[in-house]
T-cell receptor, first 114, second 113 residues
Framework: GAGVSQTPSNKVTEKGKYVELRCDPISGHTALYWYRQSLGQGPEFLIYFQGTGAADDSGLPNDRFFAVRPEGSVSTLKIQRTERGDSAVYLC????????????FGNGTRLTVT | AQSVTQPDIHITVSEGASLELRCNYSYGATPYLFWYVQSPGQGLQLLLKYFSGDTLVQGIKGFEAEFKRSQSSFNLRKPSVHWSDAAEYFCAVGGGATNKLIFGTGTLLAVQP
Protein backbone atom coordinates (compact mmCIF):
# COMPACT_ATOMS: atom_id res chain seq x y z
CA GLY A 1 0.00 0.00 0.00
CA ALA A 2 0.94 3.65 -0.19
CA GLY A 3 3.43 4.87 2.36
CA VAL A 4 4.05 8.31 3.78
CA SER A 5 4.51 10.82 0.99
CA GLN A 6 6.49 14.05 1.37
CA THR A 7 6.73 16.88 -1.11
CA PRO A 8 8.86 18.41 -2.40
CA SER A 9 11.76 15.99 -2.13
CA ASN A 10 14.17 18.90 -2.39
CA LYS A 11 13.73 22.58 -1.67
CA VAL A 12 16.30 25.33 -2.11
CA THR A 13 15.41 28.75 -0.76
CA GLU A 14 17.11 31.99 0.07
CA LYS A 15 17.72 33.16 3.59
CA GLY A 16 14.73 35.07 4.89
CA LYS A 17 12.17 33.38 2.67
CA TYR A 18 9.11 31.39 3.76
CA VAL A 19 8.76 27.68 2.97
CA GLU A 20 6.09 25.03 3.30
CA LEU A 21 6.76 21.32 3.43
CA ARG A 22 3.94 18.84 2.91
CA CYS A 23 3.30 15.40 4.38
CA ASP A 24 0.62 12.94 3.30
CA PRO A 25 0.43 10.15 5.91
CA ILE A 26 -0.65 6.56 5.54
CA SER A 27 -4.41 6.39 5.23
CA GLY A 28 -6.07 5.74 8.58
CA HIS A 29 -3.10 6.80 10.68
CA THR A 30 -4.28 9.40 13.15
CA ALA A 31 -0.86 10.12 14.62
CA LEU A 32 1.58 12.25 12.63
CA TYR A 33 5.10 13.36 13.54
CA TRP A 34 7.63 15.79 12.13
CA TYR A 35 11.33 15.25 12.69
CA ARG A 36 14.42 17.13 11.54
CA GLN A 37 17.65 15.36 10.64
CA SER A 38 20.85 17.32 10.30
CA LEU A 39 23.94 15.89 8.67
CA GLY A 40 25.53 13.21 10.82
CA GLN A 41 22.74 13.26 13.38
CA GLY A 42 19.76 11.16 14.25
CA PRO A 43 16.25 12.45 13.65
CA GLU A 44 15.20 15.10 16.16
CA PHE A 45 11.56 15.35 17.20
CA LEU A 46 9.72 18.54 16.28
CA ILE A 47 5.96 18.09 16.69
CA TYR A 48 3.27 15.43 17.10
CA PHE A 49 -0.34 15.56 15.94
CA GLN A 50 -3.16 13.39 17.16
CA GLY A 51 -5.91 14.03 14.65
CA THR A 52 -6.11 17.74 13.92
CA GLY A 53 -4.49 18.98 17.10
CA ALA A 54 -0.84 19.40 17.95
CA ALA A 55 -0.56 17.26 21.07
CA ASP A 56 3.14 17.88 21.60
CA ASP A 57 5.08 20.72 19.97
CA SER A 58 7.93 20.71 22.45
CA GLY A 59 10.52 20.08 19.76
CA LEU A 60 9.86 23.15 17.63
CA PRO A 61 13.06 25.18 17.91
CA ASN A 62 11.44 28.64 17.89
CA ASP A 63 8.38 30.56 16.76
CA ARG A 64 9.51 30.65 13.14
CA PHE A 65 8.38 27.03 12.91
CA PHE A 66 4.72 26.12 12.74
CA ALA A 67 2.76 23.09 11.58
CA VAL A 68 -0.89 22.43 10.81
CA ARG A 69 -3.08 19.46 10.07
CA PRO A 70 -6.51 21.01 9.47
CA GLU A 71 -8.44 17.90 8.43
CA GLY A 72 -6.53 15.29 10.38
CA SER A 73 -4.73 13.91 7.36
CA VAL A 74 -2.26 15.98 5.33
CA SER A 75 0.10 18.14 7.36
CA THR A 76 2.16 21.17 6.41
CA LEU A 77 5.29 22.31 8.20
CA LYS A 78 5.84 26.03 7.76
CA ILE A 79 9.10 27.87 8.33
CA GLN A 80 9.18 31.66 8.32
CA ARG A 81 12.25 33.86 7.76
CA THR A 82 14.43 30.86 7.00
CA GLU A 83 18.00 30.80 8.23
CA ARG A 84 20.98 28.83 6.97
CA GLY A 85 20.85 26.76 10.15
CA ASP A 86 17.43 25.48 9.11
CA SER A 87 19.07 23.45 6.34
CA ALA A 88 18.34 19.80 7.06
CA VAL A 89 16.20 16.88 5.97
CA TYR A 90 12.69 17.18 7.36
CA LEU A 91 11.07 13.81 7.96
CA CYS A 92 7.41 13.05 8.44
CA UNK A 93 6.10 9.86 10.03
CA UNK A 94 2.69 8.46 10.82
CA UNK A 95 1.38 5.66 12.99
CA UNK A 96 -1.79 4.29 14.44
CA UNK A 97 -2.54 5.10 18.04
CA UNK A 98 -1.83 1.74 19.61
CA UNK A 99 0.76 2.17 22.33
CA UNK A 100 4.18 1.25 21.02
CA UNK A 101 3.15 1.26 17.37
CA UNK A 102 6.11 1.85 15.10
CA UNK A 103 6.44 5.06 13.14
CA UNK A 104 6.36 4.82 9.35
CA PHE A 105 8.60 7.44 7.76
CA GLY A 106 8.51 9.23 4.45
CA ASN A 107 11.65 9.84 2.39
CA GLY A 108 11.93 13.38 3.67
CA THR A 109 12.32 16.85 2.22
CA ARG A 110 15.87 18.12 1.93
CA LEU A 111 15.78 21.85 2.68
CA THR A 112 18.75 23.99 1.71
CA VAL A 113 18.82 27.64 2.75
CA THR A 114 21.36 29.69 0.81
CA ALA B 1 16.20 12.55 30.81
CA GLN B 2 15.37 10.20 28.01
CA SER B 3 18.24 9.47 25.66
CA VAL B 4 19.79 6.92 23.34
CA THR B 5 23.51 6.38 22.91
CA GLN B 6 25.08 4.66 19.95
CA PRO B 7 28.77 4.67 20.81
CA ASP B 8 30.03 3.58 17.41
CA ILE B 9 29.80 6.31 14.78
CA HIS B 10 31.27 4.20 11.98
CA ILE B 11 31.88 0.46 11.64
CA THR B 12 33.45 -1.49 8.79
CA VAL B 13 33.00 -5.24 8.46
CA SER B 14 33.85 -7.75 5.78
CA GLU B 15 31.08 -9.36 3.81
CA GLY B 16 30.08 -12.61 5.49
CA ALA B 17 31.36 -11.53 8.90
CA SER B 18 29.12 -11.15 11.92
CA LEU B 19 27.89 -7.77 13.09
CA GLU B 20 26.90 -6.21 16.39
CA LEU B 21 25.79 -2.58 16.70
CA ARG B 22 25.54 -1.19 20.19
CA CYS B 23 22.70 0.80 21.68
CA ASN B 24 22.20 2.02 25.24
CA TYR B 25 19.18 3.92 26.43
CA SER B 26 17.98 5.96 29.34
CA TYR B 27 14.23 5.96 29.89
CA GLY B 28 12.13 6.49 33.00
CA ALA B 29 9.48 3.89 32.31
CA THR B 30 9.23 0.60 30.46
CA PRO B 31 10.73 1.39 27.08
CA TYR B 32 9.65 0.41 23.66
CA LEU B 33 12.78 -0.08 21.59
CA PHE B 34 13.30 0.05 17.86
CA TRP B 35 16.00 -0.29 15.24
CA TYR B 36 15.65 1.55 11.95
CA VAL B 37 17.86 1.47 8.87
CA GLN B 38 18.40 4.35 6.47
CA SER B 39 19.94 3.87 3.05
CA PRO B 40 21.19 6.90 1.07
CA GLY B 41 18.28 8.97 -0.19
CA GLN B 42 15.77 6.70 1.51
CA GLY B 43 13.46 7.08 4.44
CA LEU B 44 13.88 5.22 7.69
CA GLN B 45 12.81 1.58 7.50
CA LEU B 46 11.85 -0.37 10.59
CA LEU B 47 14.07 -3.41 11.18
CA LEU B 48 12.60 -4.68 14.43
CA LYS B 49 10.93 -3.63 17.67
CA TYR B 50 10.75 -4.73 21.28
CA PHE B 51 7.68 -4.15 23.43
CA SER B 52 7.63 -6.91 26.00
CA GLY B 53 8.03 -10.66 26.37
CA ASP B 54 10.90 -12.53 24.79
CA THR B 55 13.98 -10.35 25.06
CA LEU B 56 15.43 -11.65 21.79
CA VAL B 57 13.51 -10.24 18.87
CA GLN B 58 13.77 -11.12 15.23
CA GLY B 59 13.47 -8.59 12.45
CA ILE B 60 13.64 -8.30 8.72
CA LYS B 61 16.71 -8.99 6.59
CA GLY B 62 18.09 -11.53 9.08
CA PHE B 63 18.63 -9.01 11.90
CA GLU B 64 17.94 -9.67 15.56
CA ALA B 65 18.31 -7.65 18.75
CA GLU B 66 18.46 -8.51 22.41
CA PHE B 67 16.97 -6.40 25.17
CA LYS B 68 19.02 -6.45 28.38
CA ARG B 69 17.30 -4.46 31.08
CA SER B 70 20.18 -4.76 33.54
CA GLN B 71 22.51 -3.14 31.03
CA SER B 72 19.97 -0.75 29.50
CA SER B 73 21.03 -2.08 26.13
CA PHE B 74 19.38 -3.17 22.91
CA ASN B 75 22.17 -4.32 20.60
CA LEU B 76 21.52 -5.25 17.00
CA ARG B 77 23.12 -8.35 15.52
CA LYS B 78 23.42 -10.20 12.26
CA PRO B 79 25.38 -13.44 11.86
CA SER B 80 26.53 -12.84 8.29
CA VAL B 81 26.59 -9.40 6.70
CA HIS B 82 25.77 -8.82 3.03
CA TRP B 83 27.08 -5.92 0.93
CA SER B 84 23.51 -4.61 0.68
CA ASP B 85 23.48 -4.07 4.46
CA ALA B 86 25.71 -1.02 4.07
CA ALA B 87 23.61 1.83 5.46
CA GLU B 88 23.09 3.91 8.57
CA TYR B 89 21.43 2.27 11.54
CA PHE B 90 19.47 4.11 14.20
CA CYS B 91 18.34 2.88 17.58
CA ALA B 92 15.29 4.58 19.09
CA VAL B 93 13.33 4.48 22.32
CA GLY B 94 9.71 5.42 22.74
CA GLY B 95 6.64 5.06 24.86
CA GLY B 96 4.29 7.23 26.81
CA ALA B 97 1.11 8.75 25.53
CA THR B 98 2.52 10.20 22.34
CA ASN B 99 4.55 7.25 21.03
CA LYS B 100 7.20 9.74 19.95
CA LEU B 101 10.65 8.30 19.43
CA ILE B 102 14.00 9.50 20.63
CA PHE B 103 16.77 8.51 18.28
CA GLY B 104 20.45 7.88 18.72
CA THR B 105 22.98 9.57 16.47
CA GLY B 106 23.32 6.49 14.29
CA THR B 107 26.02 4.03 13.26
CA LEU B 108 27.23 4.08 9.68
CA LEU B 109 27.99 0.58 8.47
CA ALA B 110 30.41 -0.06 5.62
CA VAL B 111 30.81 -3.54 4.16
CA GLN B 112 34.09 -4.59 2.57
CA PRO B 113 34.06 -7.19 -0.21
Amino acid sequence: GAGVSQTPSNKVTEKGKYVELRCDPISGHTALYWYRQSLGQGPEFLIYFQGTGAADDSGLPNDRFFAVRPEGSVSTLKIQRTERGDSAVYLCASSNTTLGSPLHFGNGTRLTVT
Amino acid sequence: AQSVTQPDIHITVSEGASLELRCNYSYGATPYLFWYVQSPGQGLQLLLKYFSGDTLVQGIKGFEAEFKRSQSSFNLRKPSVHWSDAAEYFCAVGGGATNKLIFGTGTLLAVQP
